[in-house]
Nanobody, 116 residues
Framework: QVQFVESGGGLVQPGGSLRLSCAAS????????MGWYRQAPGKQRELVASITRGGSTNIADSVTGRFTISRDNAKNTVYLQMNSLKPEDTAVYYC??????????WGQGTQVTVSS
């Protein structure tokens, strides 16, 4: 079955960096567009970054210049490098396909907390 397992979150001070990883299974990863999404308390889940199967990327305006998405097809893994983190980046981060398919489940996510 389809599964996404996120890791790499944690508590970081403003200005710090984190690298998130997401291992995908049950899909033909190399043929799949992938995305990183986040959900802050009281807010809807939003798309942060996406990467096509060919490696083209798109980054949300709120994180442009600070976040980078990449993929390793040999490892069925997608990454999110987050630099210059701000308190407003605090959220649970999820990966999933991009575009989303309703049959694909969400993983448990990884909590990112930016606080001094």
């Amino acid at each position: 079955q389809v599964q996404f397992v996120e890791s790499g979150g944690g508590l970081v001070q403003p200005g710090g960096s984190l690298r998130l990883s997401c291992a995908a299974s049950g899909i033909i990863f190399s043929l799949s567009g992938m995305g990183w999404y986040r959900q802050a308390p009281g807010k809807q889940r939003e798309l942060v970054a996406s990467i096509t199967r060919g490696g083209s990327t798109n980054i949300a305006d709120s994180v442009t210049g600070r976040f980078t998405i990449s993929r390793d097809n040999a490892k069925n893994t997608v990454y999110l490098q987050m630099n210059s983190l701000k308190p407003e980046d605090t959220a649970v981060y999820y990966c999933n396909s991009y575009p989303l398919y309703s049959v694909y489940p969400w993983g448990q996510g990884t909590q990112v907390t930016v606080s001094s």
